[in-house]
Every structure is written in C-alpha cells, then in structure tokens.
C-alpha cells in the first residue's frame, strides 16, 4: 500500500515539476513586475488574456511554444498577463478583447501600435466628437476598415459598425446603458464562450461610452 502511495506522490511531484517547467517558459507578468521585466534589454510579446476565455485555451499551447522556443535566444521576452487579476496593466495599455498581443519594442513600455484594430480605435474618437453629416462620413469609413478584418477577427469589425450604428440611431447614451445591461449578464450563471462574447462587445463599447 505504501509502495502506491509513494509512487502517487513521486508521480505528482513529477506533473508539478513538468508544468513549472512550461510556465518558466512564458514569463508571468503581474502589475509588480511589468516594468521590470518589458521595455528593458530585450523586445517583449506580451499577450493579454483572461483565464475562461476561450481563444485564449486554443491558444496557451502554441504560445507555451513559441515561449521555449526564444527561452534559450533570449534575445525576445515572451510574456503574458491575466486581465482578471491586473486590470490597471491591461487597462493601461487599452485592451479591449481577449487574446490582445502586443510587441514593445527593446527598451520602450511603449507596445508598436499597428494594426487595423488601431485604426478602428482611432476612428472611434472620430466619431464620438463628430456631428450630423461628418458623423455619417465617418462612420462610412468605420465601415470600410471593419470589412478589412477578416477570419476570427472579423467579428471585431461587425462589433464596431453595429455599436456605432446603435449609437447614431439610439442616442450617445447607448454605449453606456448597453455596457451596464452586459454587467449584469456577465453577473449571470452563463458559459464561457457567452462571457467571452459579452465582454468583448462591452470592452469595444467602452470605446464609445
């Protein structure tokens, strides 16, 4: 009996020590540690994620992956941060969907903006300030850089075009009262593949809010 036992353990102590191995090989980023770790001798890929989102599963093995791949380089830091525990950072550097990879250049906390999800972004802010016809001019632009995302990022662009529609057809107090209704969604019992959906619309919508 004791002999089962001790090979229970052994063999416990064994997955213990093989998982710290792959996590060693992304580097966890904490709101402690960011600064520390990024922007320092080396360039970073950070990923942005949330534990139940459900790209960012599907994703974990491959970036553990290319994490041991630069491990022994060390010429990139491959990072990660969890947005359920250190908000501020992912706040900080405007996530706004789950998995978000950025690239900070060596020596800069800066990440190299890029991207058709900038452009989006940026076009937002046109929008929000715009009136009457400029506002239709554009959201006829939002519409055009939204039909260029394509593959899992396509949904992103439908987000962006729908809410700003909401928004000139309902009102600027749309996006806020919209992101209140998903809190309480998010609040509910509901599967992962919902939670992840909600709030990817209420991170976009914030933009508009």
């Known amino acids: ?60 093995p491959e970036y553990e ?7 022994k380089a060390k010429s990139v830091l491959i990072g990660k941060v969890d947005c359920d525990e250190h908000k501020g950072v992912c706040s900080k550097y405007g996530v706004s969907g789950y998995p978000t990879i950025q690239w900070f250049p060596k020596g800069s906390l800066e990440p190299k903006k890029a991207g058709i999800v900038e452009t989006l972004d940026s076009l937002v802010k046109e929008f929000i300030s715009a009136e009457g016809e400029e506002k239709k001019a554009v959201f006829s632009r939002l519409e055009e850089e939204a039909e260029k995302l394509k593959g899992s990022t396509a ?33 509910k019992s509901i599967s992962e593949a919902k939670a992840d959906e909600f709030t990817l619309k209420k991170n976009i919508l914030s933009t508009f809010a």
């Open 1 to 60: 009996m004791w002999r089962s036992e001790i090979c229970l353990a052994l063999a416990t102590l064994a997955l213990f020590l093989f998982a710290s191995a792959l996590a060693d090989d992304v580097a966890v980023l904490t709101e402690e540690n960011f600064e520390k770790e990024v922007g320092q001798d080396r360039g970073s890929l950070v990923e942005f994620y949330a534990p139940w989102c459900g790209h960012c599963k599907k994703l974990a």
């Open 65 to 71: 992956k290319l994490g041991a791949s630069f491990k």
């Open 155 to 187: 949904r992103y662009g439908k987000i962006y075009v729908k809410a700003a529609k909401s928004c000139m057809e309902k009102g600027s107090d749309y996006a806020k009262n919209e992101i209140q209704r998903l809190d309480r969604m998010l609040a």
